[in-house]
């Protein structure tokens, strides 16, 4: 009998994902405080300001290193786009319409490439910048100043995608959380969201 499910992530891929989010969410908590004065409460949840650094910096290692593997992992299928990709891009995943669009999406849309491409580059970004912040003194001033302000503008943006990502990855469309926690998803899932990716893995017709 044919199975219901097709899988879609391995245990090694779903283990590296959810230690990606638990260090950018400590990152983002022991990060919030040091952020702006407005945010000082959330010093609290790590028993002070001087342990929320320390926290920020062993998170900060870890995220850097498990996100940037993270994407060289992905690299080939988020760097490509195709035709496809660019009718995708043209209809705005027809996010904005209100007709029913065909597209063919492969394993990830233009949309997941983007947001992927986008936590690379804030990877590297606040990994470089971050070291100028933690040794200030061994660097110029004017270095430790842009590598604040990148760090900032970094940190917001991230927040901001991940957001969407995680809309999108759970109420926005039932039934892909699946995927990253059990590692499969249904047939009709897959048909449904990414047609192309289902004929590539089943040879069936979506
Ligand atoms: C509670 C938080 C999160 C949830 C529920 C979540 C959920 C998911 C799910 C369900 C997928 C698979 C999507 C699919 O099969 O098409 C996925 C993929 C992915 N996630 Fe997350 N995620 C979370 C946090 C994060 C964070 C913090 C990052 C990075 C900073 C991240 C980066 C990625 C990447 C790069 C992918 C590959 C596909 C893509 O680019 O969208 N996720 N996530």
């Not at 290692?61 to 786009?81: A, D, P, Q, W």
């Amino acid at each position: 009998m044919i199975s219901k499910y097709i899988d879609r992530f391995s245990t090694k891929e779903r283990v590296l994902h959810w230690f990606v989010t638990v260090t950018f969410f400590s990152l983002m908590l022991s990060g919030l405080g040091l952020y702006s004065r407005l945010f000082n409460g959330y010093f609290s949840l790590f028993g002070g300001g001087s342990n929320a650094i320390l926290v920020h910096k062993i998170a900060g290692v870890m995220f850097f290193f498990s996100s940037l593997i993270l994407f060289l992992h992905n690299r080939e299928k988020v760097t490509e786009f195709d035709q496809d990709d660019q009718e995708w891009i043209r209809l705005r995943g027809g996010y904005l319409s209100t007709d029913e669009v065909h597209l063919n999406v492969g394993k990830f849309n233009p949309g997941q490439k983007m947001f992927a491409i986008f936590i690379g580059a804030a990877t590297a970004v606040l990994g470089i910048t971050g070291i100028f912040i933690w040794f200030p003194e061994s660097f110029p001033r004017w270095i430790v100043q842009i590598s604040l302000m990148l760090h900032g503008l970094m940190f917001v943006g991230s927040i901001m995608f991940v957001v969407v990502h995680v809309y999108l990855a759970t109420i926005g469309n039932p039934g892909t959380l699946e995927a990253m926690l059990w590692g499969r998803v249904t047939r009709s899932w897959a048909r449904h969201h990414h047609p192309k990716w289902y004929k590539e893995t089943t040879g069936d017709n979506p």
